[in-house]
């Protein structure tokens, strides 16, 4: 394993890739450039998980809840994934007012997963600012999605500003400050 971040993202319409390259671009002013290895996991293996301890997982949900196209696809292997010792963050986007009983529902299966295999969760995002019926990326308790939430239907304007504060958030709870 390498001290590397490792970000693992799906995309159909380019908006998750943009904002996974934009996350890459921000974590990389912050701990250095080459230290963030991205794949589409649409070509992933589940090997390329074990290289790194420091793991980013993003997609975005799709219709009435569902995986996105490359995540689908990778899914059985994707469950097969040891997470244990390892401090994983996810993202995700999803519309909240066209599909708001399933905004980020993606995410949260896709956190879930990783959490049952071992993972350690880190940047979990408040709720406040969002406007949506449900989710199951959402914290017991309501106040929190279990990774950073965006809109890029709804609200594009805040997503530079939400990607940086989550960048500073992972940066110190993955401790590679």
Known sequence: MTGKVGL??????????????????KLEEKIGEGQVDVYDVATASPEDFDKYQYIILGQPTWYYGELQS????????????DFTGKKVACFGL??????????????????????ENGAEPVGYWPTDG??????KAVTEDGEFFVGLAID??????????????????????????
Do not use: C
Not at 94 to 115: K, N, T
């Open 130 to 135: 969002y406007e949506f019926d449900a989710s």
């Open 152 to 177: 890029e239907d709804q609200q594009p304007e805040l997503t530079e500003e939400r990607v940086s504060q989550w960048v500073d958030q992972i940066v110190e709870e993955m401790g590679l400050a």
């Open 70 to 81: 490359s995540w689908d696809e990778f899914w059985d292997d994707f469950k097969k994934v």
């Open 94 to 115: 999803g519309d909240q007012a066209d599909y708001s009983e399933y905004f980020l529902d993606a995410m949260g299966m896709m956190h879930d997963v990783a959490v």
């Open 8 to 25: 693992f993202y799906g995309t159909d319409t380019g908006n998750t890739e943009r904002v996974a390259e934009l996350i890459k671009e």
